[in-house]
């Protein structure tokens, strides 16, 4: 028999965490379990952002980009990130999109290694991740593939000597599986290649050693678990060994070694900068950098270790309360290879989604028939796993989700 309601609220009063829970804006009675696809805002945010318009757009205008120092952002919020992704100093630089980043990395990547043309990635992958692949293929001029493999098991086996990159998101989005980041890339290296690494699931939700496991490239995203809000701009990591020489395509002039100096042709700043591209969002750069500070004062173990326990707790009251009702766990239940986010396939996955929503349960539901919980453990309680699967289960007995307004589909799912 899993835990009451009494014994979630004890682990909550022992949780080193459950101080930060406050820095959210989450409004009474809301259990939010969708920090993975857009994470809440946070208290001083709006602040922050009004200054910016405030005062540098508003008043300083122009003067701003050294005034106040939005030049420096990219790097400034690239600092700031490094630590959660085990990367040094002037290692990772925030800019653009994780598509983007992922366009710009993977071409560099691929400049590095001219006579192989194979891409390993996952079936499975996020699709966009994939689709930058096929579109980078497109217009390399070359024949390269992609060569996507039908689960973790088949990664070992794709990876020889035609291989030019291994491209994988370390936590899958659908399933919460999470790769053995610094077997595979040393796989990887043994035959000639190169590890490019998704970390959209990753930073922030679990520690990220990327130096330890030698990976040459990284991105990942500012919305989900680093709560930058919709459309933050992204992160991308470059080993310290490629900064000075590789080339990315999308030289813009924010790469050039010397921008202002306004010479009509491109030369690569000799440092990370060289995958800078053009003017960065300032506003939305902002309230990234002002979403990032609450990390200074938080402990990336104590993150991982709340977040097994929160997902395991899920798993093991979902299969008691909610058995008989069909519903087949997604995610590994092993908690070393699992990320932050907990998954079951159902028939009726986006009915069921639906009908928790309206009971301000907000997970989401990802096509065909998935079910997605993501546990933020920043701020998501235990009595919130707890009573999260109270309504599930109450939702499952009752056949709730059988009704017209829980099957229409908006445009996003
Ligand atoms: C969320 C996510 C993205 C998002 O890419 P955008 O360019 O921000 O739309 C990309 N890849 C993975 C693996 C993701 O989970």
Redesign the pocket.
Known sequence: MALDREAAQEMDRKDSLAGFRERFRLRDGLIYLDGNSLGPLQVGVEERVRQCLEEEWGRDLIASWNKAGWYTLPQRLGEKIAPLIGAGPGDVLVTD????NLFKVLAAALSLRPDRRVIVSERS??P??LYMVEGLARFAGRDHSLRLVDGPDEIENAIDEDVAVVML?EVN?RTGWMHDMKAITRRTHESGGLAVW?L??SAGALPVDLAGADADFAVG?G??YLNGGPGAP?FLYVAPRFQNSVMQPLSGWFGHADPFAMAPSFEAAPTIHRFLTGTPPVISMVALEASLDIWSDVSLSDVRNKSRALCDLFIELVEERCAGFDLQLVSPRQTERRGSQVCFAHAEAFAIMQALIARDVVGDFRAPDILRFGFAPLYVRHVDVFDAVEHLADILRTGEWDQPQFKARGAVT
Do not use: L
Not at 97 to 100: A, E, G, L, M
């Open positions: 999109s994780t598509s983007v992958n996020f966009t991740d998101t989005y998704d959209a699931h995203c919305y989900k992204a």
